[in-house]
């Protein structure tokens, strides 16, 4: 058996994982182009909305008094 009879299964899953990806970008992208021209919007909104396609709207659980993470400015006095 030769080095190129040898499957690397790895390589494989990992071609695979990076062609599902781009699919979803792809159609991603496409149904947000879709809906951008028939709004009517112009080259910078529609651009925008390519651009934000992958972002999604937060819950209402998401904004209100959820505790944070993360301080606005971590580097005030007060913020430690």
Do not use: C, T
């Amino acid at each position: 058996m030769s080095q190129r009879d040898v499957i690397d299964f790895a390589a494989l899953e990992k071609e695979l994982q990076a062609a599902v990806e781009s699919e979803r970008r792809y159609q991603r992208e496409n149904q947000a182009k879709l809906r951008a021209v028939s709004q009517g919007v112009g080259y910078d909104q529609f651009r925008g909305l390519v651009l934000s396609s992958h972002l999604k709207p937060l819950d209402k659980k998401d904004k209100d008094g959820a505790p944070r993470k993360q301080p606005w400015n971590p580097v005030a006095p007060g913020n430690k």
